[in-house]
């Protein structure tokens, strides 16, 4: 059978079409939709997932590891000798056990989605670890195309150039999207995101919050006390259990330990919504760039949705609301709005495969459209701008953010730097148009050597971008006089 991994911050969220072709949340042997991301492993060798290992972290918090995706492509070892997307596997395998159990069947292939802004090198580290664990990866989608693909198909209303926006508030990044139904595709317009904003920023917040009322109360640099895993940990876990709590309460109590005494901390409401302002209304300016880059507005919007667990926040509704003018809509499990969607994508892909979705002996109903997404980043090669005086290296942009995908872009032709050049080093950069190279990330590399020397410098090497639907980038360079060639397909290296 086919499923969708949701690989979220604090959560692998996964879900399957049943026989109806509805998508069905898997449930993690605790009751709850969605697998706790977190790991546990002893010296032992003894290996914890889910809820179990986060118990276990309380007795035993260094060796265990949560909330690691925005590690993935990093080879840091993080726990037991392992990396991030091999710590990813764990769990995915964990996930895919879970959704076969409950569904009495096991899973072949899956649609897996990762944030707008994930680097190729990140999502491919997300894709390993699905095929390390046996699981055909389908597609790799953008998260809040996912979920604005399950908006399209619930509200099958959404008529031909009806246009869709996705607020995607996560635990570790904000992801939003602009996405127009064309009948039959559903046509990604825009995206944008934030890495490193989310739940877990706001926990932070609060826990600051509550640390300068420890310190004022007990006259003590509790700072100091965060050296202490379990006091950390515990610290983590009031702070989360508090901001879900002034969602609805104007005021918590919180317990907290220290040193073998006992306090309470109060923490209002409206505290804690002054100290987070800041970063929703980052997320709010990144909604409006995003507006900007589709070239719409909001009042071309047919309607406004909010995933993620952090929109459950009345204040964070509001802040929506007040800065769009909309009144945003929340019909889907906020947090499980992404896999239901990645589910829909998988069954209509495998249509497209030519091999129609099955699920106990049943051809699964194939959904209305097709997601079609588009590139999330600017691609470009470095090259030299002389034009202020000086010598400047900046990207030239060769393929913008937002151009529908799969794509080839018409070739674009360069010169060599000086007229006497024999080698050539081409830098691939994602980046803006005239960024400084500094400012922008190294992607790949192609080089080639021994080249003709030609009398008059002309426009000789040819650049061709090629992305599959993926995103996946594969960029090939020729000198057009000598026919020399070299490809790459893009991978981050640094
Ligand atoms: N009612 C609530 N109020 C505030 N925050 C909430 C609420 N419910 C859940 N959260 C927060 O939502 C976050 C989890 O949301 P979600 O499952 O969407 O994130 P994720 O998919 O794991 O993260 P990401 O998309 O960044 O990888 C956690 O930070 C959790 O504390
Ligand atoms: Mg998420």
Known sequence: MIISIDFGNSKVKCAYPDRTGQTVAVKNGHGGNGLRACVYIDGSGQCLVGDDAHEQGFVDPQNVVRHFKLSLGSDQKLLGGKNAAELAEILILAAKQFAEKQAGESVDAAVISVPANFTDKQK???QQ?????????????SEPAAAA???AEQNSSNKRGSKIAVYDLGSSTFDCAICE??????????????QKLGGDDLDEVLKQVILDKLEKKTGKDCRVALSDPFFALDLDTRAAGAKISLGKRDKVQIPMSLKGQHYVISVTKAEFEKAIKALIERTLDCLDKL?????????DLTSLYLVGGPSRMPFIQDMVANRTGMVPRMEIDPEMAVAHGAALVAVSEMAKQGTPARIGGDTIPQPDAFLKEATHHDIGIAVEDRSGGGKRIVNAVVVAKNTPVPCKVPPQYFRLESPDQRDVLIEILQGPDRADIKDCLIIGR???NDLPVEAAR???IEIKCEFDQNTFVTVTARDTISGKEVSVRVEVLK
């Open 129 to 141: 670890a699905c095929e390390s664990a046996g699981i055909k990866v389908l597609r790799v989608i």
């Open 124 to 126: 491919k580290a997300l």
């Open 446 to 448: 192609l080089e080639l």
């Open 458 to 460: 002309s426009p000789r």
């Open 149 to 151: 693909f399950a908006y």
């Open 181 to 194: 139904s064309n009948g039959d595709e559903i046509l990604v317009l825009a995206t944008e995101g934030v």
């Open 291 to 299: 507006f900007a880059t589709a070239g719409i507005t909001v009042r």
